[in-house]
Nanobody, 123 residues
Framework: QVQLVESGGGLVQAGGSLRLSCAAS????????MGWFRQAPGKEREFVAS???????YYADSVKGRFTISRDIAKKTVYLQMNSLKPEDTAVYYC?????????????????WGQGTQVTVSS
């Protein structure tokens, strides 16, 4: 059974940092792109960052320069380092695995999803 399990969410003050982790089990995704999405209350799920099988990265404009996505193939884990957090970053953050090898911002190119982890940024 394939599972993606996120961790690392929590409550942080504006300007602070958090690192999210996403651990995969059941299969390896070393040849697949991985991504992070987020969903704030009352809003649609939106793309945050993606990393390809070759570690190329792609970011939403809203997080560029503040967030960094990375992956450890041996640990089957993807990370999202979030710095300079803002209240508008508050959301449930979801990890996802794509059927593509290249980084993608398209929701429809991801076929495995985690349950999400809450990130709350206070002002």
């Amino acid at each position: 059974q394939v599972q993606l399990v996120e961790s690392g969410g929590g409550l942080v003050q504006a300007g602070g940092s958090l690192r999210l982790s996403c651990a995969a089990s059941g299969r390896t995704f070393s040849n697949n792109a991985m991504g992070w999405f987020r969903q704030a209350p009352g809003k649609e799920r939106e793309f945050v960052a993606s990393i390809s099988w070759s570690h190329s990265t792609y970011y939403a404009d809203s997080v560029k320069g503040r967030f960094t996505i990375s992956r450890d193939i041996a640990k089957k884990t993807v990370y999202l380092q979030m710095n300079s957090l803002k209240p508008e970053d508050t959301a449930v953050y979801y990890c996802a695995a794509s059927w593509l090898a290249s980084a993608s911002s398209s929701y429809g190119t991801y076929n495995y999803w985690g349950q999400g982890t809450q990130v709350t940024v206070s002002s």
